[in-house]
């Protein structure tokens, strides 16, 4: 009997198969997942007749395939146009992070909204929640025409309002201001800016600050490799929505895309960030071809000198296997990195999912909770949850903000100021330090400034 072939491209990442027959069936009786690692999987033993393949993305965007199978084994390629790999943005459409188009369109596409002046800017999850964030705030406020969001008081109607890119570096335990950077690429709907990669176990944080001092903060890890990390002019213009007490649809806002460079680090991040993904766990085995945890983890660390790739791969696996990760090996990344939450959030749950064996297991597990608590840096969305959450349960007083002091703010405050960016650290607020608002508006710009005018954004 014949076989049907199923392969992708690598470079759109983490791919959940679905076959159905000729009959409306389901042809794969366990799932099939393919990644940038393992791109191709085979049925075989396949009556002839019409299939249709389903390749449902991370982020729930779905490609349908419709392949007819022979006599002979047949082959169904599942790819997508978007021009060449040097393009703006080629990598984040591939990922399906932002709408594709082809060589002969043009990347701006219509959207769903009911302005014709939005840009489509992003995709599947991202796009669903900046409309219920849209929708809700329609309720409260009135939507200008060709705008995003709400009208914000403070922006001049003919100007825009200027935002101003700042960054921080985070090192030695404490964040200190950079020097003004520019921006790679500025179009109507992004603002790139420029990470660089390397051997290191430091981190920076990246902001559009409007002329209050206030605006969207993403923490970036430093990967080997790097990471693209491009602001989203729809997600700023949503800044109505920044304190999720006061927001009804209570959804983060995407202000920021995030694609680590290496192709795998780019697959667990999008799979850690996925609101399902079935067989996660395969991702993994072919990640590291079935390499005992312990070892993959340390591949990772020490052969690859990539820390921050560790640290996510942690937290993939706190996820998705959360008795996996070795409590040794995560109390070696705790040493290795004694400045940053989250390993000993990581391994305070780790603890907790193997079960507590005495007095002694609880009484450490709050202080690795009291000691995530006192750290000035998060590196992914999921740490300040499950800091709280343990918090919690554990029942340690949560520190509460105080600026003056350098005191870290609780994570439940961070919390509140929560926003979306491809699964890194990023809140609405002032600094590294300090989620929220000022009182007090900060006097002059901060850094190069960029425009955001009708929810697009412009160069001053």
Same mark, same amino acid.
């Given at each position: 009997?014949?076989?049907?072939?199923?392969?992708?491209?690598?470079?759109?990442?983490?791919?959940?198969?679905?076959?159905?027959?000729?009959?409306?069936?389901?042809?794969?009786?366990?799932?099939?997942?393919?990644?940038?690692?393992?791109?191709?999987?085979?049925?075989?033993?396949?009556?002839?007749?019409?299939?249709?393949?389903?390749?449902?993305?991370?982020?729930?965007?779905?490609?349908?395939?419709?392949?007819?199978?022979?006599?002979?084994?047949?082959?169904?390629?599942?790819?997508?146009?978007?021009?060449?790999?040097?393009?703006?943005?080629?990598?984040?459409?591939?990922?399906?992070?932002?709408?594709?188009?082809?060589?002969?369109?043009?990347?701006?596409?219509?959207?769903?909204?009911?302005?014709?002046?939005?840009?489509?800017?992003?995709?599947?999850?991202?796009?669903?929640?900046?409309?219920?964030?849209?929708?809700?705030?329609?309720?409260?406020?009135?939507?200008?025409?060709?705008?995003?969001?709400?009208?914000?008081?403070?922006?001049?109607?003919?100007?825009?309002?200027?935002?101003?890119?700042?960054?921080?570096?985070?090192?030695?335990?404490?964040?200190? /201001?950079?020097?003004?950077?520019?921006?790679?690429?500025?179009?109507?709907?992004?603002?790139?800016?420029?990470?660089?990669?390397?051997?290191?176990?430091?981190?920076?944080?990246?902001?559009?600050?409007?002329?209050?001092?206030?605006?969207?903060?993403?923490?970036?890890?430093?990967?080997?490799?790097?990471?693209?990390?491009?602001?989203?002019?729809?997600?700023?213009?949503?800044?109505?929505?920044?304190?999720?007490?006061?927001?009804?649809?209570?959804?983060?806002?995407?202000?920021?895309?995030?694609?680590?460079?290496?192709?795998?680090?780019?697959?667990?991040?999008?799979?850690?960030?996925?609101?399902?993904?079935?067989?996660?766990?395969?991702?993994?085995?072919?990640?590291?071809?079935?390499?005992?945890? /312990?070892?993959?983890?340390?591949?990772?660390?020490?052969?690859?000198?990539?820390?921050?790739?560790?640290?996510?791969?942690?937290?993939?696996?706190?996820?998705?296997?959360?008795?996996?990760?070795?409590?040794?090996?995560?109390?070696?990344?705790?040493?290795?990195?004694?400045?940053?939450?989250?390993?000993?959030?990581?391994?305070?749950?780790?603890?907790?999912?193997?079960?507590?064996?005495?007095?002694?297991?609880?009484?450490?597990?709050?202080?690795?909770?009291?000691?995530?608590?006192?750290?000035?840096?998060?590196?992914?969305?999921?740490?300040?949850?499950?800091?709280?959450?343990?918090?919690?349960?554990?029942?340690?007083?949560?520190?509460?903000?105080?600026?003056?002091?350098?005191?870290?703010?609780?994570?439940?405050?961070?919390?509140?100021?929560?926003?979306?960016?491809?699964?890194?650290?990023?809140?609405?607020?002032?600094?590294?330090?300090?989620?929220?608002?000022?009182?007090?508006?900060?006097?002059?710009?901060?850094?190069?400034?960029?425009?955001?005018?009708?929810?697009?954004?412009?160069?001053?």
């Amino acid at each position: 009997m014949p076989s049907l072939v199923i392969s992708s491209a690598a470079s759109l990442g983490p791919l959940s198969i679905e076959v159905f027959g000729p009959t409306g069936a389901h042809q794969n009786s366990s799932p099939i997942l393919l990644s940038s690692a393992v791109s191709t999987a085979t049925l075989p033993d396949l009556a002839k007749g019409t299939y249709a393949i389903v390749a449902t993305r991370p982020n729930g965007e779905a490609l349908v395939r419709q392949v007819k199978v022979e006599a002979q084994p047949t082959n169904a390629f599942i790819d997508i146009v978007t021009g060449n790999q040097d393009s703006f943005l080629w990598q984040e459409a591939q990922r399906g992070f932002v709408p594709t188009a082809s060589p002969s369109e043009t990347v701006r596409l219509p959207n769903s909204l009911s302005s014709t002046g939005f840009a489509n800017s992003v995709s599947g999850a991202a796009r669903a929640t900046l409309e219920s964030i849209a929708a809700n705030n329609a309720v409260q406020a009135e939507l200008l025409p060709g705008s995003r969001g709400p009208q914000q008081p403070d922006a001049d109607a003919g100007q825009g309002a200027l935002y101003d890119l700042c960054s921080w570096e985070f090192v030695n335990g404490s964040w200190s /201001e950079r020097e003004p950077i520019d921006p790679t690429d500025v179009t109507p709907d992004y603002v790139r800016v420029p990470t660089g990669g390397g051997i290191g176990t430091s981190a920076t944080a990246y902001a559009l600050l409007d002329q209050s001092g206030f605006g969207p903060i993403v923490v970036v890890p430093r990967f080997r490799d790097g990471l693209s990390l491009t602001f989203l002019a729809e997600g700023l213009s949503a800044q109505g929505s920044a304190d999720r007490a006061q927001n009804p649809s209570a959804a983060r806002v995407p202000v920021a895309i995030a694609v680590p460079r290496n192709s795998r680090a780019a697959d667990l991040l999008a799979a850690l960030n996925a609101p399902s993904l079935p067989n996660a766990l395969e991702l993994w085995r072919q990640d590291t071809a079935n390499t005992p945890t /312990e070892g993959a983890l340390e591949i990772l660390a020490d052969k690859n000198d990539d820390l921050m790739a560790a640290v996510l791969a942690s937290h993939f696996l706190a996820r998705f296997d959360p008795t996996a990760a070795p409590v040794n090996w995560l109390s070696n990344l705790m040493r290795r990195l004694p400045d940053y939450a989250d390993p000993p959030v990581l391994l305070a749950w780790r603890l907790i999912s193997g079960g507590l064996e005495g007095s002694g297991d609880t009484t450490r597990i709050q202080q690795l909770f009291e000691d995530a608590s006192s750290k000035q840096c998060c590196l992914f969305a999921r740490t300040r949850p499950l800091l709280t959450q343990g918090n919690r349960l554990y029942n340690r007083k949560i520190r509460s903000i105080d600026p003056s002091q350098g005191v870290v703010a609780s994570p439940e405050i961070f919390l509140n100021y929560a926003a979306e960016a491809g699964g890194l650290e990023s809140f609405w607020g002032i600094e590294p330090r300090r989620p929220g608002q000022l009182s007090q508006p900060l006097v002059g710009p901060l850094g190069v400034q960029v425009r955001l005018k009708d929810g697009e954004f412009l160069l001053p």
